[in-house]
Nanobody, 121 residues
Framework: VQLQASGGGLVQSGGSLRLSCAVS????????QGWYRQAPGSQRELIAD???????NYADFVKGRFTNSRDNVKKMIYLEMNNLKPEDTAVYYC????????????????WGQGTQVTVSS
């Protein structure tokens, strides 16, 4: 199982980016999927997560600016980020609670490698 995050980059304050996360490998099921970020010197923090049914939750500091969505057929999740601020600068990680291979395998969280988002003032 692999998660590949992409879409990061350098953007000016007030700008927008769209992150994508592709899940590949032998997958039996995917339940919750989400996005985290980690700024230098800080702990990794949850930004948003979305259930297999599409119900999304957001951290207060991104509500109204970020939108988390998923495409279950394509095994993709997306993070649309608008009105970006310098304090949003961080490495962004996607994760998913995944059951690989068959129903008999245990479900656990898998992580992508991270994509850098830098917001200049």
């Amino acid at each position: 199982v692999q998660l590949q995050a992409s879409g990061g980059g350098l953007v000016q304050s007030g700008g927008s980016l769209r992150l994508s996360c592709a899940v590949s490998g032998s997958i039996y099921s995917i339940s919750d999927q989400g996005w985290y970020r980690q700024a230098p010197g800080s702990q990794r923090e949850l930004i948003a997560d979305v259930s297999s049914g599409g119900s999304a939750n957001y951290a207060d500091f991104v509500k109204g600016r970020f939108t988390n969505s998923r495409d279950n057929v394509k095994k993709m999740i997306y993070l649309e980020m608008n009105n970006l601020k310098p304090e949003d600068t961080a490495v962004y990680y996607c994760n998913g609670r995944i059951r690989p291979f068959t129903r008999d395998w245990p479900e656990r969280y898998y992580w992508g490698q991270g994509t850098q988002v830098t917001v200049s003032s």
